[in-house]
C-alpha cells in the first residue's frame, strides 16, 4: 500500500516527519510505498543524507502550509495547495490508501471529511484515541471530529470504535461504556439518556452502560463513547493532569530525598512513556471513506513510524470493510 | 447562625456527621448551634459518650432516610420524613440558616431547590466545588447541579464562583476561564461560542477567554465555568485519575527500590491529602436562598467540620448577598 504523510505539519516539521518515513522503511513490504507531502526542498534536505531510501520513499511537492493556530475552513480556502489538502486530494484519487498528519487536527478533519466523504451508513465521522490508563488501553470516541452530536452519532461511535480496538487491540468484544455522570440509566444528559437504548440494542456492541469519569481509570471498559467537545475535554485533562500530578510527585520525593534523585527520575520516566503519544499510532478518523490517522503535534520520528504501522494494521485488518458490514446491520444505519 | 447536619447522608453516617458536629464545637460563637438532623437513637448512640455538647448541638428527630442509589425525585415524594427533605424544610422556615449533607447529591439538591427557590436574578443554581490543582484551588462551576444549561446559566456560574472564590479563597478579582476545546473564540460547541461574549461583557467577571481541559492543571484561570455534565465528568476524571496515577508510581518506585518503600508512601499521603475532600469545605450550591453545602459521601469528621467552617464563611463574607447586587447590574439577568 501506498502511505501519504504530512511532511510539514508537526511541532519539528518536516525533521520528524523525513525522520519518521525513514523509520518506516522496516515495516514496509516489497510493493509498499511512503509518500512524503510537502515542501521539496525542505524535506530534501532531511532525506540527502539518508541511504537507500529511494525505492520505498517519494516525495510530493506542496508550496503551501496550514500553521497549527490557523482557521480550518479559512485556511483550506486560502491554501489550495497546502500538504494537508493535497494530502487528502491524492488519498482521493486513490494515489494513496491511507493519510497521516500531526498537523492543525481541525483542518486536516475537515479536508479528509470533504474530499473522502464517509463509509456507506456512517452518519458522522469520529476520532477514537487509545488512552493508556495503567489499566489498559481504553479507546476514546470521539476526541473532537464532531461536538454537535445526536444519539445516532454516539451509537455509531461504539461501533466503530470497537471494531478498530477488536481489530487493533486484538480485545474480543470490547466492553463499550457511555459517559455520564452516573451508572444509572437515568443520569445524565438528554443526549446520553437517548443512547442508551441505541447501544443497548445493537447485538454488535458488547454495552455495558453508563461509565463515569473515573472510570477512565477503573479497567471496567473498554470503549468510552462521548460527543467530541466532552471527549476532547477529557483527553486535554488526562495529559494535563498526568503532568502536573508526575512533577508534583517528583518534587515532594526529591525534596524528601535528593540522593535518590535518579531513580525518582527514571520512575517519571516509566510513567510518562505510557502517557506518550509516540507509542501508540496516532488517532484514527472513523468513518471516513479511507484511513486517516491523526497525530499528535507533538510526535517524534517514533509516532510518525507507529502511524505508519497502524494504518497498515486498519487496512489489512479490514477495520473499514467491518464497520461497513456491521453497521448494515443495525436498526438505525 | 444555627447550622443543619444530615446526619444520615455519608458513608459512614451517623457516625462521621456526629464526630464533625463535635469537632466542630471550636468554630462556634456562644450564639452559634449545629442542629444533627436524622434518626434520633442512632445519633445518641454515638453522641452519648461525649461531653460539654448540651450547649452546643441539638438533635432533630427524623424518621426516614433516603438512601445514596435512590432516584432523587422519588426518594423525595416517597420519604418525605427523611432527613434531608426535614433539613431543607427547616432552613426554608428559617429554624437554620444553612444545611451541611454528605447524602445522596441529586436528592439535596433537589430538595434545596425546591425548599429554598433561587435569589433574586438567579436562572439556575450551580454547585461550586474549590479543586486543588498543584498551582492552586480552582473553583468549578457547575459540577452536576444543571445538565441541560444556556449561555445566560453559564454566565452566571462565571459571576457567582468569581463572588464565592474572591470571599472565600481571599482572590481579588478571580480569573474566569470557560472550558472550551481550544482557546479561540470560533472553537467549543454552540454554548459555549454563545457564552463567550456574555461573560466578556460583564465588568464584575474577570474573564481571560477559553481554556482547555489541560488549563485545570496550568494555573491560568481561578474559576472554570462549564455546564454539570462536563462538569461533573470532569471532576470524577480528576478523583479517578489521581488515585490511578499515585498507585501505578508508588507500585513503580516500590519496585525499583523497596527499602524506601517509607519515603514514597510519605509522598504518596502528602499528595493524597492534597486531594482529600476532607481539607475542602464541601461545595456550596450557588444561587439559592440559603447555604447548602455538599460534602463528598466518604467525607470524614474533618469533612463534616470544614462544611461548618465553610457555611459560616458563605454568611459572614456576605456571599449570597454579593451575588444578588452584583446580578443586579449585569445586563442579561
Known sequence: MRIGIDAMGGDEAPLQEVKGALA???LLGPDDRVVLVGDKAAIMAHLEGATDWQDK?????????????ETPVEALRSKPDSSLAILAQMHKQREIDACISAGNTGAYVAAAQMALRRLPGVHRPGISILTPTFMGLVAICDVGANVSCRPQHLHQYGLMASVYLSAIGDIDKPRVGLLSIG??????????????ELLRDDPNVNFIGNVEGRDLFTGVCDVLVTDGFVG?????????????????ILG???MAMPQMADVVKQAGGTI??????????????LGVNGICIICHGASDFRGIKNAVRGAMDLSTREVNETIVKLLSQTKDS
Not at 520513499?57 to 493556530?69: L, P
Not at 437515568?186 to 443512547?195: A, D
Not at 477529557?234 to 512533577?247: F, P, Q, S
Not at 510518562?272 to 478518523?285: F, M, Q, R, T, W
Open 183 to 196: 451508572a444509572e440509566d437515568g443520569k445524565g444528559n438528554e443526549l446520553v439518556r437517548n443512547t442508551g
Open 24 to 26: 518506516s522503511r522496516d
Open 272 to 285: 510518562i512513556s505510557k502517557y506518550d503519544y509516540n507509542e501508540y499510532g496516532g488517532a484514527p478518523l
Open 57 to 69: 520513499i517519494e516525495v510530493h511537492h506542496t508550496s503551501q502550509v496550514v500553521a497549527m493556530d
Open 252 to 254: 515532594e520525593i526529591a
Open 232 to 248: 476532547n475535554v477529557v483527553l486535554k485533562l488526562v495529559e494535563g493532569m498526568a503532568t502536573g500530578v508526575l512533577k508534583a
